[in-house]
C-alpha cells in the first residue's frame, strides 16, 4: 500500500495542456491583455493614474480616444469621461 503512487491521468493532462498551447487558438486568448501597446501611438495608462485629468495630455489623449476603443477603455478605467 502506498507503493508506486501513479496518478492515472496526471500525466496526461500535462501532455495535453502543452499540446493545448501549441494550439494558436490557445496563444491568442492568453494573450488578450487589456492593455494598449506602449508604442507612444497610444495613451499611457501609467500618465493617465498619475496625471491630473486636466492636464494638456489628458486633452490631447481625449480627442484620440474617441476614435480609438482601447484607448476610450483606458479613459473609462479611470472614470475619466471623454465626451
Ligand atoms: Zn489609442
Not at 6 to 13: D, I, L, T, Y
Not at 57 to 82: D, E, M, T
Amino acid at each position: 500500500m502506498g507503493e508506486g503512487n501513479a496518478k492515472p491521468g496526471g500525466r496526461r493532462s500535462l501532455d495535453e495542456i502543452m499540446r493545448r498551447m501549441a494550439e494558436p487558438d490557445f496563444t491568442v486568448r492568453h494573450r488578450r491583455v487589456p492593455e494598449v501597446p506602449e508604442t507612444g501611438a497610444h495613451v499611457s495608462p501609467e500618465m493617465l493614474a498619475m496625471i491630473s485629468p486636466k492636464s494638456r495630455y489628458v486633452k490631447k489623449w481625449k480627442r484620440h480616444a474617441r476614435r480609438c476603443l482601447q484607448c476610450a477603455n483606458v479613459f473609462r478605467y479611470y472614470g475619466i469621461s471623454i465626451s
